[in-house]
Structures are given as structure tokens and as C-alpha cells.
């Protein structure tokens, strides 16, 4: 991986001038740009045909200032050391930005798990949780789905950890299926985040949700729910891709039919209707409309995208999605970036209700579980607004500062052990 694209590079590069930004001393956060702890594992997995195969995988924590390590798990062939530790580090800050108490990890393995079959999918899930039993638990380090991932991956991990101790351990995972602890409202959450803060963007900027285009990369679940929630507020959908190409219809894509076909398996490139184009994937994100929602993996939107693409907005449903060098020409060309650790937040926000709920053996209403995720999505993002103008810095910036001021000042208020 070149340095320009190594994700880690990306984090430490926008954390040094946040810190410089807001006035951080380099002392105050040098501790967050070194994950706490990292493990790497040797997962090795009986395949059907009777072979053995060994996946590497990792977790990687990178803070635990302000509570026990959060952040998902990802299975993805690209899956690497470098870009775990990014993912870890962003997960610190994300959880600071909404101001719930935790701090960051993500863990990984290296495998695409569209060639494994459900079997071989659950004792590679069993097996990697096993191998990183000593580190994770309901106080120490919490997971969650991530790109690859879903609920029956986490029901699993939830019921090898609870089988080793002997008893059920519902808060060790979040993202369970509903009948196994998990939360109401957590599948849809990052999209629903997405979608709140879409509309709050276009609320305090006085425009019609009706009249606005949008582009979406990414058909997986968050992709997919933000196209969902914003096509009922009447967003016009005009393009959405996933891994086969995509998809273009100047009057608005039928966002219900596609989601339907995705969620059935189908690749965008075999999908068919009256009016509806297909498109690479340079044209989805370079292709006119008023917001583009990245929603894919990490260094999307390149210095080249960012100086031909022509929406007006950017709302970060992936993590990682704009290169450093992207984010300075995007800010040339005064185009708003609304960053990854905040817009991408609600799925984490209900994890954190989620354990909260698992914690104290209860269960709440899916209103709650919405109403409660929009109050501190908008709390979050009017906190970041105020930290833009403040120090005249961009909504990255800005958030990136948030965060880190909260972490910094927990560390200082707990002090160096020993
Ligand atoms: N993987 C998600 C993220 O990147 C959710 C993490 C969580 O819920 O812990 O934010």
C-alpha cells in the first residue's frame, strides 16, 4: 500500500492539524496516535472439502480513555494491519464526537467471505473469537458488524464467548439478531444516522429534501438504508452502485425495488428497467447531483474525483472514504465534506443502547431507540458546527477536534498509570 493511501497515514496527518487547530499540545496527544494494544491471529478454519486453511486476523484497540474499547469486525480480502488500526482509531473518535463512553478498536479477517460457505463462515467466526477471547468482554472491548459482517456473525460471537464462560453473555457483542439481545433499530442505525444528518445539513440550510439529487456508493447495509430513509423523505435517488457497477435514472431510481433486489443477492450490473443506465463507478461518484453519500470502503473519492466531481455536498456513510489529498482539493473548491466519525455514527450510537439494554436485562421500543439516536446525532453534529466556526476550520476538522479535546481531557482527569 503506497503512504498516500495507507488509511493510519490519513488518521495521523487530520489529527495533527485538528490538534494544531483547536491549540493541543503535541504532548496532550501523543498517546492517540499509537493504538493501545494490537493482536494478530492465526485463525485456522476446516473447510467443507475436509482441507485446513489459516486466515489472519486481528483486533486492534486504540483507546480506552473514555471506556471500554467499541468497533466492529470486518471480513474483506483487503483487510490489513494498517487499515485496522485506522478503523480503530476512527472508532475513538466517532464514539467521542457523539459523546457516548467509550473509546475505539476494530478487528478484522483477511478473507472474502462470499466464497465460504455458512459453515465455513460460522467456524471461521468461532475460531477468530476464540483466538481473541482474552482481550474482548462486555467491560473490556465490545464488537460489532462491520463490511462483511452481520447479526448472525455477531449472534455467534456472542454465543462462543458465552459457551466458554459457561453462562450468557449478551453485552460482550453488539449488532445481535433482536430474539438473541440484540437491539430494535440497530441494522438500519448507520443509514438512519446518515439519513439525520442528511436532512439536518439541508434543514439549516434552508433546502427542500424534495428538491435535492443524491448519489449513493455502496449497496450494503448502510448504503442501502440511507437510500431507503432518504427516497420516503422524498430525496430524488438519481444513482447507487455496488461492487458490479451502477446504476443512473435522471427522474429518480425505484430505491424499493432495488433494495429489495439487492437484499435478494442481485448484482447491479443485471439489473433492468425503463430508463435506468448503467454507469462505472467514476461516473457514480464524478456524475451530477446536489449530495454524494459514499458508502463503500475507504479512498473513494481520490484527488482526481475530488476535481472532477459535481455534487454539492459530501456526506460520509463509509469510513475512510476522501484522501487527505481529496479533502484539500475539495476545500479549494468549497465543497462540504460532513466527515465519516460523525455521519456514519448511528450505528455505534445504538450499539451503545444496545449494551446498555443487554447490561441491565431490559428491552426498548424501536421509538425510543429512533427518537433517542436522532437527539444525539443532532446534538453531535450542531457541537461540530459550532467547532467549524469557532476556529474557522472544516466540518473534518472541526469533529476530529471535538473528539480529541474529549479524549485528551479524560486522559488528563485519569492521569499516567502508574
Ligand atoms: N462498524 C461500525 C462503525 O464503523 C459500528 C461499530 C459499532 O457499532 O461498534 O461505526
Redesign the pocket.
Known amino acids: 500500500m503506497s503512504d498516500k493511501y495507507n488509511p493510519y497515514n490519513n488518521f495521523l496527518s487530520v489529527l495533527k492539524r485538528a490538534a494544531q487547530a483547536v491549540g493541543l499540545h503535541e504532548n496532550d496527544y501523543a498517546a492517540l496516535c499509537y493504538p493501545e494494544r494490537e493482536l494478530k491471529v492465526s485463525v485456522p478454519v476446516r473447510m467443507d472439502n475436509g482441507s485446513v486453511r489459516i486466515f489472519e486476523g486481528y483486533r486492534v484497540q486504540h483507546s480506552t480513555s473514555r471506556g471500554p474499547a467499541?468497533?466492529?469486525i470486518r471480513f474483506h480480502p483487503d483487510v490489513n494491519i494498517d487499515e485496522v488500526k485506522a478503523?480503530a482509531a476512527?472508532?475513538s473518535l466517532?464514539c467521542a464526537v457523539v459523546n457516548i463512553p467509550y473509546g475505539g478498536a476494530k478487528g478484522g479477517v483477511c478473507v472474502d467471505p462470499s466464497t465460504l460457505s455458512a459453515a465455513e463462515r460460522e467456524r471461521l467466526t468461532r475460531r477468530y473469537t476464540a483466538m481473541i477471547l482474552p482481550i474482548i468482554g462486555p467491560e473490556k472491548d465490545?464488537?460489532?458488524?462491520?463490511v462483511g459482517t452481520n447479526a448472525q456473525v455477531m449472534d455467534w460471537i456472542m454465543d462462543t464467548y458465552s459457551m466458554m464462560n459457561g453462562y450468557t453473555i449478551h453485552g460482550v457483542v453488539?449488532?445481535k439478531d433482536p430474539e438473541v439481545g440484540g437491539s430494535v433499530g440497530r441494522t438500519e442505525a448507520?443509514g438512519r444516522g446518515v439519513m439525520i444528518v442528511t436532512l439536518e445539513v439541508l434543514r439549516q440550510t434552508g433546502q427542500d429534501p424534495k428538491k435535492v439529487t443524491v448519489a449513493v456508493q455502496g449497496m450494503g447495509n448502510v448504503g442501502c438504508t440511507a437510500a431507503v430513509l432518504l427516497h420516503e423523505k422524498g430525496c430524488r435517488i438519481v444513482a447507487v452502485s455496488d461492487v458490479s457497477g451502477g446504476l443512473r435514472c435522471e427522474s429518480g431510481l425505484d430505491i424499493p425495488a432495488i433494495a429489495a433486489y439487492v437484499k435478494k443477492g442481485g448484482l447491479l450490473k443485471d439489473y433492468d428497467a425503463p430508463d435506468v443506465h448503467h454507469i462505472s463507478n467514476d461516473e457514480l461518484l464524478t456524475g451530477a447531483c446536489d449530495i454524494l453519500i459514499p458508502a463503500a470502503l475507504e479512498n473513494q473519492i481520490t484527488a482526481s474525483v475530488a476535481e472532477r466531481l459535481q455534487a454539492k455536498l459530501i456526506i460520509e456513510a463509509a469510513?475512510g472514504p476522501t484522501t487527505v489529498e481529496a479533502d484539500a482539493v475539495l476545500e479549494k473548491r468549497g465543497i462540504p465534506v460532513f466527515p465519516d466519525i460523525l455521519a456514519?455514527?448511528g450505528?455505534?450510537v445504538v450499539?451503545y443502547f444496545e449494551w446498555v439494554q443487554n447490561l441491565q436485562e431490559l428491552t426498548w421500543e424501536e421509538k425510543d431507540v429512533n427518537d433517542t439516536l436522532k437527539r444525539v446525532m443532532v446534538r453531535a453534529f450542531n457541537e461540530v458546527m459550532e467547532k467549524s466556526k469557532k476556529f474557522s476550520v472544516n466540518y473534518r476538522l472541526a469533529a476530529y477536534a471535538v473528539a480529541v479535546e474529549r479524549i485528551c481531557t479524560a486522559k488528563k482527569k485519569r492521569g499516567i498509570f502508574p
Open positions: 467499541k468497533g466492529g478503523l476512527w472508532m466517532k465490545i464488537p460489532a458488524p462491520d453488539t449488532g448507520t469510513n456514519n455514527a450505528g455505534v450499539s
